[in-house]
């Protein structure tokens, strides 16, 4: 994703990015933690039902049909439940099919009594996710019973909507509140910015009034990451002061050179500047060929010359080049002139 290229718009997609990607997060870890709060309640029923349905297995692995009768009959027809031993298989609620977790401490002889449920697991069974023979899918508990004639398997299960549709009704006004919430961030990482970003929109307007001549400096009285910024500013606003305050110009007209004279082109003037110090700055040059001098005035700059030592450079006579000379001998003459005064 590319960033916008204002500095508010890059801080505010950040923030915004973040808010959303914590509100999901904690969306779903709400949600996690909602179902599991269901889920604990179910297995606590199941873990109930598993022991009523346990007493139905006897010491010598046969069932006790009467007690199986009363136990079934308080079981909603909707929900799953079996008893397999090795010789018998009795189930309601639908066919889920035998589902063994990995083996676990057999439970009392004879009785499916609870052990205190180990971390995930439910009332003294072990908890899955299976399908009936319709498809629907379905939560339970299942638990080993010990008996003389080997382990039963005793199995207890619930519609999986017993679980869901209760999260899924917890999450609509969770979602709605989460959604107010990263609005009310997202205003308040706005008002943020605005506030925050301030001091750099007094910066740059008070950049501005020194370009313009209507300010001398930065205020340093800024926020500590910026007070650095306003020294350097302040620092390179008085170098330029001074630089500008000490700086020389000179200007050597066309009618004067020789070269311009045969050539009937005796109109036209040339300016240099230099610092206190003589070294070149700059030039103004209006000249017909003025170019060709604009050229060798860059190449000067960009080497750092002095006037003195552009002017005292090899020459050709007559040419209309010699004007930068005068001019720079007369930039020389102002700079010395000045040193003396000085002195």
Partial sequence: MRLPRSLFGRMLALSLGATLAALLVAGFAISGVLERFVTDGIDARLGDRLVALGSAV???????RAQLARVSERIPRNEPWLIETDTQAIAGGGHIGLIRPPPRPALASGRASPRPPRAGAGRGGEPFEGRRDDG????????????RMGNAHV????????????????????TASLAILGLSLGGAALVQLRVGLRPLTTLRGTVEAIRHGRAASVPEDLPQELAPLARELNALAAETAA?????????????????????GQDKGMVR?????????LGGTIVLTGGEHLAQSVALAIDAGMTAERFADQAWYHPVLKELLQSAARDLVDQVNESADRKA
Avoid at 243 to 263: K, V
């Fill in 58 to 64: 006897r010491a010598d692995g046969s069932l006790d």
């Fill in 136 to 147: 629907m899918r379905v939560h339970g508990l299942v638990a080993v019973v010990s008996t």
């Fill in 155 to 174: 199995l207890a299960a619930v519609p999986r909507a017993e679980i869901d549709r209760p999260v899924m009704g917890a999450l609509a006004p969770l």
């Fill in 243 to 263: 630089a500008l305050a000490g700086a020389r110009a000179s200007a050597a007209r066309a009618s004067d050179n020789a070269r311009a004279g045969i050539d």
């Fill in 272 to 280: 240099l500047y230099a610092d206190s110090h003589g070294t070149l």
